[in-house]
């Protein structure tokens, strides 16, 4: 279990991971959560390509632009955006989620309701949790 910690850390620090939805335990406990909870990223994406199960972060209103989208997000720790600022966000979760204007859930926030909930965010959306 020690080698595992070590080799996420490293990864951590190369940039090949972003620490975004949960943080490794020192007995590594949380590791398979982090390398599962990934960001994936879609070009020239609209609404119909917002799956089951995530929240999505698009960079233009109307929920088109670059997708960026997490699936079956479960935690609630704070996380940059990729491709940030993202303009219009949908939660197909059944969570509560909060976007920030400023990075590290810092600044005006907005919170997203259940399942189905989408919204432009015209302030520009950096950080969530």
Not at 16 to 31: T, W
Not at 70 to 87: D, E, V, W
Request: proline fraction near 5%.
């Amino acid at each position: 279990m020690r080698k595992s910690f070590f080799a996420l850390l490293t990864l951590l620090m190369m940039g090949v991971l972003s620490p975004v939805g949960a943080v490794a335990e020192a007995d590594g406990s949380r590791i398979v959560d982090l390398l599962e909870h990934q960001p994936n990223i879609k070009e020239d994406a609209t609404w119909r390509d917002c799956p089951d199960d995530s929240v999505c972060f698009f960079t233009k209103t109307q929920f088109v632009g670059t997708l960026v989208y997490y699936q079956s997000p479960r935690y609630h720790t704070c996380g940059n955006i990729p491709r940030r600022p993202a303009y219009s966000v949908i939660n197909n979760t059944n969570m509560k989620w909060t976007v920030y204007k400023e990075l590290d859930c810092k600044g005006s926030d907005y919170d997203i309701l259940g399942a189905g909930q989408a919204k432009d965010i015209n302030y520009g959306a950096n950080s969530w949790k």
